[in-house]
């Protein structure tokens, strides 16, 4: 399972990571989030260890979607080092894709 990020643990789980952490930004009632929600998850328990996965519920944590400029999700922000390296927008991509991303900034 992906890490459940807010207010509360983002700067802990994500800006003083020393792995590269992807986080997805959703919410519930948005529907390629919920198709792109199980790769996710899937993704997590397989770089465990190498890297991290978490979700920010935007309706949860509207601060930090302010704070990144959520405009449309999913959006899906690749952090190195407390910083952002890369994003994807939208659920059209693969978990091999995702894989990639996050191995090219271990």
Known sequence: MALKLDDSNFQS???DSDVPVLVDFWAEWCGPCKMIGPIIDQLSSEVDGTAKVGK???DEARELAVKYNVRSIPLLLFFKNGEVKDQIVGAGVS???LKAKLSALA
């Open 13 to 15: 789980e994500v800006i």
């Open 56 to 58: 920010v519920n935007v």
């Open 95 to 97: 978990k091999e894709q």
